[in-house]
């Protein structure tokens, strides 16, 4: 077999020849990309500094903290990666999370709903404002960014409205599944981690292995040649941006399980950045076309690795950010040139 007809080992999937040659012979693309090694060892570097440094970090104590705070920021990348590779972006998903956990926390202290009807709740709540996002960016042909900044801001007016100026306060213990609490874990694991594991391992497997992951990749690549292809690249679009929101709808569940009986109104901050910058540091292009749900895992591993260590090293939570700003920078830095060695080669 030539090596033309082999699939790509770098995230994207295979070509027409490669397809063909995958379902003859079985050939598929390596597991894992040299990226994602990269990061696996910078994470086991980290570790081992910071069990040195400090050696609370590798008890129950604060490892469990520290995968409950991954989780949600994961479970949105994960959706995120997805709108990456499809040439998109979402920068409302803070805005999200405010509308879903209020809702959600509102209803449990007025209604006193059960676990499933909670979590339902929000994940339908989620699902709407992802099918918003997904209607005027398939159907309105405007570049992401613009309307999911505009969105950002209408759903975080619509977050504060909810609140009305004010916390939420009694909210029961109806989401302790997803705490750090012993409800919370199965054999010292969370559960939010390792629900999130399993949405990982089916996005993984639904974009290594399916025609319908494929036309993702091609969406991102170019949009008008997968249109041609015969893709419907608006339905794929719309898609993708509604599971994104149905997959933050299940993280805001997740984040309140994360705080006490009280939810105030700036829950979410930030999390649109945590997760783009897991997505980047994942391996993802920021151009579309290539990207990795276990890139994006490492990704938001790395990220809360870094942001609980400098906590429990006592340095300012400033040096958090810069640490991973640097890393995103590393990551648009290799993604280009690995860019420029393609056109060149």
Same mark, same amino acid.
């Given at each position: ?8 080992? @770098? ?34 570097? *980290? ?19 520290? *995968? ?66 997904? +209607? ?17 801001? *209408? ?41 999130? +594991? ?23 690549? @170019? ?98 950010? +810069? ?5 995103? *920078?590393?990551?648009?830095?290799? @993604? ?10």
């Amino acid at each position: 077999m030539s090596s033309s007809t082999l699939a790509p080992t @770098d995230g994207t999937p295979p070509g027409p020849r490669a397809h063909t040659a995958t379902a003859r012979g079985r050939v598929l693309p390596f597991p894992i990309t040299g990226q994602e090694i990269v990061l696996i060892v910078v994470i086991a570097v *980290l570790w081992a500094v910071l069990a040195v440094a400090t050696p609370a970090f590798l008890t129950g104590g604060s490892i469990v903290p520290l *995968l409950v705070a991954m989780a949600p920021v994961a479970l949105i990348g994960i959706g995120m990666t997805i709108i990456i590779i499809t040439g998109g972006i979402d920068v409302s998903v803070a805005g999200m999370v405010m509308v879903c956990a209020v809702v959600v926390a509102k209803t449990m202290v007025g209604s006193g709903v059960s676990l499933p009807v909670a979590v339902l709740l929000s994940v339908l709540v989620g699902g709407v404002l992802g099918l918003v996002n997904g +209607l005027l960016i398939a159907y309105g042909r405007v570049h992401a960014i613009i309307i999911t900044f505009g969105t950002a801001n *209408l759903f975080e007016f619509l977050g504060l409205r909810i609140f009305g100026g004010s916390t939420v306060n009694g909210i029961p213990g109806t989401l302790g599944f997803f705490g750090r609490g012993d409800a919370g874990r199965t054999l010292g694991v969370p559960h939010s981690f390792l629900i999130m +594991l399993l949405v990982a391992a089916a996005a993984w497997y639904y974009l290594r292995h399916t025609a319908g992951g494929r036309h993702l990749y091609a969406i991102g690549g @170019d949009a008008d040649a997968a249109r041609l292809a015969g893709v419907k690249v608006q339905r794929r679009v719309l898609s993708a941006y509604v599971l994104t929101g149905l997959l933050t709808g299940l993280a805001a569940c997740f984040v309140i399980a994360q705080g006490t009986s009280t939810l105030a109104p700036n829950v979410g901050t930030g999390m649109e950045l945590s997760a783009i910058a897991a997505v980047v540091i994942g391996g993802t292009s920021i151009m579309g076309g290539r990207g990795s749900v276990l890139g994006t895992v490492l990704g938001a591993l790395l990220v809360q690795t870094v942001t609980s260590g400098v906590t429990q090293l006592g340095w300012r939570s400033q040096l958090a950010s +810069l640490f991973i700003g640097i890393f995103i *920078l590393i990551a648009v830095g290799a @993604d280009l040139l690995r860019q420029r060695a393609r056109r060149t080669a």
